[in-house]
């Protein structure tokens, strides 16, 4: 049982680049997030799933696109990089406890650095 | 949408003390408080959650409460380590529209010293 796995782990892009990052998990969690993390910033929300299909905006949703064809992949593109795009990005997937509430587990990270 | 706020953004503590992380909360909708805790260069883990219907919730050295009229929660770490030295999110989930959502306070910087 991996849990959540991101790939890649690192990559330097350079501006005006594009890529796409992979997020899987294999616990059939029907919720999937895509977070950034900057110093001082906290975890912020880019975009977010609630189900194979479904795919919906978070906080801070510009310059990113996201897929969820596959109910265990959840993908993060981005389309035309900026420097202002380099942060540390985590995957997380989540399922609805009993009594409510989500519980999510989060992937390693990949760390992006746009130049 | 839902706002959580975490204080404070730094703490350093000595070893053997306490250490208390506070949160508030705007949605009065949210039902569930989890506390994730991040090690430097990993992922951050789930480490204690409450309920709104509970007030109170301890697991070894660490607690936390909740006052449900007031919006706001606090994680309580006794007898601090070493190890305990990390990065703590509060967050807040809620029901309805916003439901699988989680929201995260912006950390708070725990330091331990020896």
């Known amino acids: 049982n991996a849990g959540v796995t991101q790939t890649p782990k690192f990559r330097v892009l350079k501006t005006g680049q594009s890529m796409t990052l992979l997020c899987a998990q294999d616990?059939?969690?029907?919720?999937m997030y895509w977070y950034r993390q900057d110093p001082g910033m906290g975890l912020r929300l880019i975009h977010y799933?609630?189900?194979?299909?479904?795919?919906a905006k978070g906080e801070v949703p510009d310059g990113y696109n996201v897929s969820r064809l596959k109910k265990q992949n959840f993908l993060l593109g981005l389309e035309s990089a900026a420097p202002s795009q380099t942060s540390v990005y985590f995957c997380?997937?989540?399922?609805?406890?009993?009594?409510?509430?989500?519980?999510?587990?989060f992937g390693q990270g990949t760390r992006l650095t746009v130049v | 949408g839902e706002n959580v706020e975490q204080h404070p953004s730094t703490l350093s503590v000595q070893e053997g003390d306490s250490a208390v992380i506070k949160c508030t909360y705007s949605?009065?909708?949210?039902?569930?408080f989890p506390w994730y805790k991040q090690e430097l260069g990993k992922r951050p883990q789930l480490i204690i959650d409450?309920?709104?219907?509970?007030g109170e919730k301890k697991d070894q050295r660490i607690a936390v409460t909740l006052n449900k009229t007031a919006k706001h929660f606090s994680l309580h770490i006794t007898e601090t380590q070493p190890e305990d030295s990390a990065v703590y999110f509060c967050?807040?989930?809620?029901?309805?529209?916003?439901?699988?959502?989680?929201?995260f306070g912006r950390g708070t910087q725990l330091t331990v010293w020896p």
């Open positions: 409450i309920r709104s219907n509970v």
């Open positions: 967050a807040a989930s809620g029901r309805g529209s916003t439901l699988g959502r989680l929201y």
């Open positions: 799933s609630v189900g194979e299909g479904t795919t």
């Open positions: 616990m059939n969690h029907e919720y």
């Open positions: 997380a997937s989540s399922f609805m406890k009993t009594g409510g509430g989500t519980e999510a587990f």
């Open positions: 949605d009065s909708a949210s039902n569930y």
